[in-house]
């Protein structure tokens, strides 16, 4: 069975960094694409980043130049490394394998607060 589990969430100050990581399980990681979503208090998921089995890579314009994803496919695990956080960027932050109808993790609150 496939899973994914997120880690590395917390509360950080404007300006802050932090590194989220994905650890996935099962089968045909190393053939997926793979993404992080953010949901905010009272709003939708949104797409955040996306990187391909390939290793090419997207992101919303909001984060462009602030946020890095990236994959260790002989560990099993995506990153997304956020960097100069803003207080909008606080969210459950979710990685995704297959799009909204695939496989999710719990989820890892990210709190950028003063």
């Known amino acids: 069975q496939e899973q994914l589990v997120e880690s590395g969430g917390g509360l950080v100050q404007p300006g802050g960094s932090l590194r989220l990581s994905c650890a996935a399980s099962?089968?045909?990681?190393?053939?997926?694409?793979m993404d992080w979503y953010r949901q905010a208090p009272g709003k939708s998921r949104i797409w955040v980043a996306r990187i391909s089995r390939d290793g090419f890579t997207g992101y919303t314009t909001s984060v462009k130049g602030r946020f890095t994803i990236s994959r260790d496919n002989a560990k099993n695990m995506v990153y997304l490394q956020m960097n100069s956080l803003k207080p909008e960027d606080t969210a459950v932050y979710y990685c995704?394998?297959?799009?909204?109808?695939?496989?999710w993790g719990q989820g890892t609150q990210v709190t950028v607060s003063s």
């Open positions: 099962g089968s045909g990681f190393t053939r997926s694409d």
């Open positions: 995704n394998k297959g799009g909204f109808n695939g496989v």
